[in-house]
């Protein structure tokens, strides 16, 4: 693949978008913000007005959008993508949003006899920024292997997890579980504090015991005992309160939708839903432990 339409250049998109141009792809780029845009076009991006240009005469569309209303319209509304692509075009959305969505964008392409992928990222921007990425991609086999070099320069680790909107739903439910075991992590450590055990030796003990898992090992919400989550720098994001109430609430209505038992994703989504609501949106989701243990939050 030699050249690219790319729309939606934020905070991921953007660092994805350089590092095609760094692997020597032209990209046409489209977002409506002026500061997002500016910046990938300096890095050498064509700028482009509207997503239909982004559309016309690429060998693949990628977008990196806020949320599920976004895809549906940038890819079927007025001046969409569907409208305006080329044939033979290979399209990739990389937001994360509903399954139902990505199914119901996949199946308007293919009527178009377009191959489209949903394939929603794990990895954060410094994932972005690096090419590290984690593609979790949902598609025909065939638009697979068409679309593997694409994202294996934006990413390390790309991995078919079945047919379209299947991306979704791996990370939807990757992050269900997230959610909920950054609160039971968190209220452990709320639980410790009140019975008067200090949280380093929680940590030194429950790493090594079956209380183990990555919001323990990899991201402790408190600081001190793993220097490099964000508890050490003020709750600075990371992946923030936001983006994780976000996911929540999508594994919330997927669980309602399709008859999952998933009481405490219920919980959970409350809670984070409460401390964004609280004003600390743009703290890491680890900040949920200030929450429960009734702390104060750092300045954002
Ligand atoms: P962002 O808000 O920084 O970027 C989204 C971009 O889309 C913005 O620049 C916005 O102007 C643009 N946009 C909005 N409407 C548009 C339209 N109609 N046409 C074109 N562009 C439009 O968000 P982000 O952090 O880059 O996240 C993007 C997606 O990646 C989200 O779905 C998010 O859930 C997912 N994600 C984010 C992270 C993270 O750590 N930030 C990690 C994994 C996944």
Known sequence: MKTVGFIGVGNMGGPMARNLLKAGIKLKAFDPAESALAAVVKAGAERVGAPADAAKGVDAVVTMLPAGPHVSDVYGGKGGVLAAVSPGTLLIDSSTIDVETARATTAKARERGLEMLDAPVSGGVGGAEAGTLTFMVGGSAEAFRRGEPLLQKMGKTIIH????GNGQAAKICNNMILGISMVAVSEGFALAERLG???????????????QCWSMTTYCPVPGPVPTSPANRGYQPGFTAAMMAKDMKLALQASQANGATAPLCGVAASLYDLLCKSGQSGLDFSSIVLMLTGKSFPKQ
Do not use: C, R, V, Y
């Not at 200090?198 to 429950?206: G, P």
């Open 161 to 164: 997890a079945g047919g379209p």
């Open 197 to 211: 055990l200090d949280a380093q030796t929680l940590f030194n003990i429950s790493s090594k015991s079956s209380g």
